[in-house]
């Protein structure tokens, strides 16, 4: 068996690596491979970004937890550690401001948190950044040790360091790739054209999108795949594209330019986008990923089920493509099942406008602020004439083997007067809808008392009452 190879610039030069199986992660091409031991392994699931590297370059770099990355995804990209900032011994202003700030605490989590401090500072072009941007940047770094304030407030003041003097590194040469990108060991289309036969010839294959949530199948589970398919370099897959009626976002754009584009015309999108993992998990996994991989905890799908998304699904049949609408609610079938037939994918996720009477309630409620999953999700989207329901759309997490919709509940407020006493039947009828389980995350009652507790939140903010945010609290 003849494995594709990965080539990759580091430190200026390309690598190239061969015979690196398709489920090997970046983490480990990057400390055994390529000999770079900064980089630590913490949790090996991305919660603690002790992994967190820097990939891709210009305006396409962004962090990722190399840990649950697959290295075959890393072809044709730089790679950026934590000790590749320093310059003939100068360290980087992100370093200097760690060192100076006493914020460099121990010597697993620093790395990752280096990382995720030089992101935002390339991403601030020497501006000063705010408590909040630099909380949000180390959003996917866990300290268990001292604490986050010293780590702060070096972030605060990296602008204010200079960069250390090198000579400007001239541009890596152009690779001589052979790598054909539809090796099915590890496939990198670039196009639908590539991608739907593809996928037609190995209906098997796994596919690959961002790997946070099919990275953790190979740490978690020491999954070996035969074939992998990974959309992230279709070109069609990564547009995000405006309609007079409804915006499209294509399967590969990762949840934190989805939920920015949802957010452009409907800002209370931007509250719940920051509760969706940390900022690595944010920038790699994809609108599609979370959507097709339909766990019943995803924190999109309630979004969009009150939205009213459809899915486009596609596939190559009779030597063309072929696509259909599926609205998002009849997506699934049971416990991670979906209609998705082994020959289709899932490409694009259409999302209607909003209208002028929309009110939008997002809420997720989990044990921690940041960077963790559901203990429900609810998300109200209400249409109110005068004082009446005009039309109502409730999308449900944590509370079913799927993600659902609330037509039950909503039918008790379709056309009613919207008052306290339609919200204490929608209540009622809300507790009584669905039959959570009880788990590590929350009891079924407490879910139960979650989904009243929402909803009279929401009927709350309504009439104007301004409501005390956890985060708010000094
Ligand atoms: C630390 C951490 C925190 C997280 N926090 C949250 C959270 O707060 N909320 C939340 O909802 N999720 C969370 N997740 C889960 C995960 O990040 C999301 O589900 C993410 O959107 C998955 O996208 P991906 O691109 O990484 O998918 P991948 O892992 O690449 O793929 C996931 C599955 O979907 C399939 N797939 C991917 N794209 C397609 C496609 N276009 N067509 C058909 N099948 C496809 C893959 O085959 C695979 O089975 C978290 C994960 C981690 C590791
Ligand atoms: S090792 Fe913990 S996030 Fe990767
Ligand atoms: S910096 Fe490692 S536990 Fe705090």
């Not at 200026?12 to 091409?29: E, Y």
């Not at 991608?195 to 999954?223: N, S, Y």
């Not at 609610?329 to 694009?348: A, F, I, N, S």
């Amino acid at each position: 068996m003849t494995l594709p190879k990965i080539e990759l610039i580091h430190r200026g030069r390309w690598q190239t690596l061969s015979n690196v199986p398709p489920a090997r992660t970046l983490l480990d091409l990057i400390r055994e491979d390529l000999r770079v031991s900064d980089t630590k392994e913490g949790c090996a699931s991305g919660d603690c970004g002790a992994c967190t590297v820097v990939l891709g370059s210009g305006a396409q770099a962004h962090t990722v937890n190399s840990c649950i990355r697959m290295a075959h995804s890393a072809h044709g990209l730089q790679i950026t550690t934590a000790s590749d900032l320093s310059v003939n011994g100068q360290l980087h202003p992100v370093q200097q401001a760690l060192v100076d700030h006493h914020a460099s605490q121990c010597g697993f989590c620093t790395p990752g948190f280096v990382m995720s401090l030089y992101d935002l500072y390339n991403r601030a072009q020497g501006r000063a950044v705010s408590r909040e941007e630099a909380m949000e940047a180390i959003s996917g770094n866990l300290c268990r040790c001292t604490g986050y304030r010293p780590i702060l407030d070096a972030a605060m003041a990296m602008h204010l360091y200079p960069l250390p003097k090198a000579s400007p590194a001239p541009a890596p040469a152009e690779t001589s790739s052979e790598r054909d990108p539809l090796d099915p060991h590890y496939a990198l289309p670039t196009s639908l054209r590539q991608l739907l036969p593809l996928r037609a010839r190995f209906p098997k294959a796994q596919i690959m999108a961002g790997g946070t949530d099919a990275g953790l199948w190979v740490t978690q589970q020491h999954r070996q795949f035969a074939q992998v398919i990974d959309i992230t370099r279709v070109a069609e897959l990564q547009r995000i594209e405006q309609y007079p009626q409804h915006i499209a976002i294509g399967a590969a754009v990762s949840i934190h330019d989805a939920f920015a584009a949802l957010a452009e015309r409907r800002p209370e999108v931007a509250h719940f986008a920051h509760r969706f993992a940390g900022r690595p998990v944010r920038q790699s996994g994809t609108l599609g990923g979370n959507v097709a991989n339909g766990s019943p905890i995803g924190d999109s799908m309630p979004l969009l089920i009150a939205l009213g998304a459809q899915v486009v699904l596609m596939a190559w049949r009779g030597g063309r493509m072929v696509h259909r609408h599926v609205p998002l609610e009849d997506y699934y079938l049971g416990y991670r099942q979906t209609v998705l037939k082994p020959d289709e994918l899932l490409c694009w996720i259409v999302v209607p406008h909003p209208h002028a009477d929309e009110q939008l309630h997002c809420h997720k409620v989990s044990k921690r602020l940041e960077d963790d999953i559901s203990s429900v999700c609810l998300v109200l989207n209400l249409h109110l004439q005068q004082d009446h329901v005009r039309e109502v759309r409730i999308g449900v997490g944590g509370v079913a083997a799927t993600p659902v919709r609330a037509t039950r509940t909503e039918a008790v407020m379709r056309a009613q007067v919207f008052n306290a006493a339609t919200v204490a039947k929608a209540q009622d009828t809300l507790a009584q809808e669905f039959n959570p389980i009880s788990d590590m995350r929350a009891s079924a009652d407490y879910r139960r008392l979650l989904l009243r507790n929402l909803l009279q939140r929401a009927w709350l903010q309504a009439q104007g009452q301004g409501l005390v945010q956890l985060e708010d609290l000094p």
